[in-house]
């Protein structure tokens, strides 16, 4: 190899390495830069998020009149709030309540100043310290099916229970509610053979309402948002189980029709979810009823015949949805069924249930204590 060839691998050589180093330098200045921006916005928006949970004005007491309207959602009160000057952001409000799980904020009109803390207006709002009466109260009892709330709905605010019942199963209605609990309201209401989409979603409990003139959506609102918060509490739950807020809400369903005061609800949970471990019907009374969409005094052998997707007697499996609002002890057993061999139950017309893990065994309770009494 001549000298000359040598000079120029080494000029070449030396030329690479500087360029290396210039690269190196580049990507370092930049990575530098990009850490700056990235700390100097990390920083920012910690101080705007510390600086908005504080109190806006703390050496001003005045207090004002904040109207939070029935029916508000989170957002809706922190934007309230917002505009009359007591917090300074209404997203840090919503995700500080999200952060704290803060739920149950009541209606009404609040004295509340800038100098208070986020703790202290959140407190407030919890207390029902309000200056509006009760108008009416709507009391739903578990169990109860949407046209029976339709009914109790209409009675206590003086409307007609057929408009009511009319708008509740109205999909625009349905989709209003859809898009203020998304996670509660799934497209699962509006499958195929679905009756009516809120059945099963309104909370049974009593809801205080303060004007005469409340809309039926300011009426359902709380029902719904009463369901989400306690759903809420059974999200790991429902995770491990691995059951969807419809599935939830329809097994729910099942075990509160079918119990009685007297009666483990645990134990119904274990029977429906070791007949579908078999592929077995469920065949409970009131789906054949639910189906029929009539009340009657009992189930008869020709009323299971019935070709509807609710009748347990004819299809495997959950029915498309609940068939009655349930109670947080449904719900419960529905998540946390007793481990038992049992496949089949009947109530005595004392009330009390029997479980049997056999069709025989089953048979001769039958006889015993419901057809020889008839």
């Known amino acids: 190899m001549t000298d000359d060839k040598k000079g120029k691998m080494k000029k070449q050589l030396i030329e690479r390495q500087t360029e290396a180093r210039v690269v190196r330098k580049i990507v370092l200045i930049t990575a530098i830069i990009l850490f700056v921006i990235i700390g100097v916005g990390g920083l920012g928006g910690f101080l705007y998020v510390n600086s908005a949970l504080k109190p806006v004005n703390p050496d001003n007491d005045k207090v004002k009149n904040v109207e939070i309207p029935i029916g508000s959602s989170v957002s809706g009160i922190g934007q309230v709030l917002e505009e009359n000057g007591i917090i300074k952001d209404a997203r840090v409000f919503k995700y500080y309540v999200k952060l704290k799980n803060e739920s149950g904020f009541m209606a009404g009109t609040y004295e509340l100043a800038p100098a208070m803390t986020l703790g202290q207006v959140i407190s407030e709002l919890k207390t029902g310290n309000v200056d509006q009466e009760v108008v009416f109260k709507v009391t739903l009892p578990e169990g109860k099916q949407l046209e029976q709330i339709a009914a109790i709905i209409a009675e206590k605010a003086d409307m007609d229970a057929d408009e009511v019942f009319a708008e509740l199963n109205d999909k625009a209605f349905v989709q209003k509610m859809q898009e203020k609990f998304p996670s509660v309201i799934t497209d699962d ?93 469920l065949q409970t009374d009131p789906t054949v009823l639910y189906a029929h969409g009539e009340h009657k005094e009992r189930t008869l052998y020709k009323h299971l015949e019935i070709d509807d997707p609710y009748n347990t007697y004819k299809y495997n499996g959950l029915t498309p ?54």
């Open 189 to 281: 209401v509006f499958a195929e053979n679905i009756k009516y989409p809120l059945e099963g979603y309104l909370f049974p409990a009593t809801y205080d309402y303060y004007k005469e003139d409340a809309t039926i959506e300011e009426i359902i609102t709380p029902m719904i948002k009463k369901t989400s918060e306690v759903l809420t509490q059974y999200t790991e739950a429902m995770e491990k189980k691995e059951m969807s807020v419809h599935e939830l809400l329809t097994m729910a369903s099942l075990i509160e029709e079918e119990a009685t005061a007297q009666v483990d609800r645990d134990k119904i949970a274990s029977v429906f979810y070791n007949r579908m471990d078999e592929d077995m019907p």
């Open 321 to 374: 949805g609940p068939i009655a609002n349930a109670g947080s002890t449904s719900i419960e057993a529905a998540l946390n069924p007793e481990e038992t061999d049992y496949l089949y139950f009947l109530a005595t017309p004392e009330g009390e249930v029997l479980f049997s893990k056999t069709l025989d065994e089953h048979n001769v309770k039958k006889n015993e204590h419901i057809t020889s009494n008839n």
